[in-house]
């Protein structure tokens, strides 16, 4: 009788599933997959690696045996593991602060005539971030990439009601998009500009002077942002160096800053950079793929999994453990079908681009103006309505700009 193995384990009931109802790959290659997904691997090599690891071999026409490359596999593993994933270890409900940003990518969107001709044409998908911190105050992370057809105020909404609860306080830029969405989602949310932002604003401010970065009035920027006697002290010399835009852009923000001062608590996160941080990172791992996803929720999906590996979250052993634990609590069967994320047919990402170009486009029809009349116009009159249509469609166009005037 040869050695037995002394290594040998034995699974037992509480460690859950090792693999799912009526299907090949266990739950520790699902897992594998997932981590490389996260990590900025495209579906494909992920998929090879599933194949490879699970000894599912096809054979080539010079009889090789070689796993397949096809990347179906892994976005089967998103559909039905990915969620449960993503559902486990991202908040359920939004934390006492925030953070809020935007940034897009370039896609190619394929268009058909009525006469089936089909055409390609340049946009931009919107990617919304939320990062949270835990209590309100300390390190975050990002708890939500939301991959939109735009970054308007509609779509803002839309992220922010995506989950229960209202955070206390919330960082972004000055955006007319964001502060709108969140006066109508969060009415009780105390905003705060990001500070980084204004100081970006000071600068080019200053670069619009003339005024070398190499010179003490810049370092002299990063202190009059928070606090009130810095930002008097750089005015002086702002003032001494002749720097006539700079003196303009901080009178026009003197009330902004006086509210800023009125509210800025130390504890509080004050910057939206970290986030900033995270879109850099999702974009380089997505590379080139970007034109080559169709898919909204998917994207969105492996953007979240991207999230979890930038917060050092994403292990095969937690996804494992999630994964065998939502098993379990649901007879050995994933929630979610395989094919439960497909288009069937069509692009939800290109679909959610066109919808918000279509809103763009009916919101700058401009209502037809009235006829000459020789009665006096009153304060209701269609010239009124008109201006407020063109103001209307103006605070469109600056949707998700740098600057607006105030904040409220």
């Not at 520790?28 to 981590?35: N, P, S």
């Not at 303009?248 to 003197?254: D, L, V, Y």
């Not at 209307?392 to 949707?399: E, P, S, T, Y």
Request: aromatic fraction near 6%.
């Amino acid at each position: 009788m040869g050695p037995t193995c002394s290594a040998r384990h034995v699974l037992d009931r509480h460690e859950g599933p090792q693999t799912t109802r009526r299907h090949v790959f266990s739950v520790r290659e699902a897992a594998h997959a997932l981590v490389l997904v996260a990590g900025g691997t495209s579906m494909r090599r992920a998929s090879e690696a599933a194949r490879e690891a699970a000894h599912r071999y096809t054979v080539d026409r010079w009889g090789r045996q070689l796993p397949s490359r096809h990347g179906q596999l892994s976005s089967d593993h998103l559909a039905m593991f990915g969620t449960m994933v993503r559902d486990a270890m991202m908040p359920s409900a939004w934390p006492e602060a925030v953070a809020l940003d935007a940034t897009s990518f370039d896609v190619v969107l394929t268009d058909v005539s009525p006469s089936g001709v089909k055409s390609s044409r340049s946009g931009k998908v919107a990617v919304l971030g939320v990062y949270g911190y835990d209590g309100g105050r300390g390190a975050g992370r990002a708890i939500t990439l939301a991959a939109r057809g735009g970054a308007d105020a509609a779509e803002w909404e839309a992220v922010l009601r995506s989950r229960p609860g209202e955070p206390a306080w919330v960082v972004c830029d000055q955006g007319k998009a964001i502060m709108s969405a969140v006066r109508r989602a969060w009415p009780n949310a105390t905003a705060y500009v990001c500070e980084a932002h204004l100081r970006m604003l000071g600068e080019q401010r200053l670069a619009a002077d003339g005024l070398d970065r190499h010179l003490p009035l810049w370092d002299g920027l990063r202190a009059a942002v928070p606090d009130r006697a810095g930002w008097e002290a750089f005015e002086r010399e702002a003032a001494a160096a002749g720097a006539a835009q700079t003196l303009g852009w901080m009178r026009a923000s003197r009330d902004l800053m006086e509210r800023q001062w009125a509210i800025r608590d130390p504890d509080r996160p004050h910057s939206i950079g970290g986030l900033e941080r995270v879109f850099t990172e999702a974009l380089r791992r997505v590379g080139d793929r970007r034109f080559v996803f169709r898919n909204r929720a998917r994207l969105e999906l492996v953007l979240d999994l991207m999230a979890l590996d930038m917060a050092h979250l994403a292990t095969e052993r937690r996804f494992r453990e999630v994964i065998r634990a939502a098993l379990l609590a649901n007879g050995g069967r994933p929630r979610r079908a395989r094919r439960s994320l497909d288009d069937h047919g069509t692009s939800s990402l290109d679909d959610a681009v066109r919808e918000v170009d279509a809103h763009v486009v009916s919101l700058h029809v401009m209502p037809r103006l009235p006829q000459p009349s020789s009665r006096p116009s009153s304060a209701g009159s269609g010239a009124g309505r008109c201006v407020r249509s063109i103001r209307l469609v103006d605070d469109l166009r600056l949707a998700g700009e740098d600057e607006a005037p105030s904040v409220s």
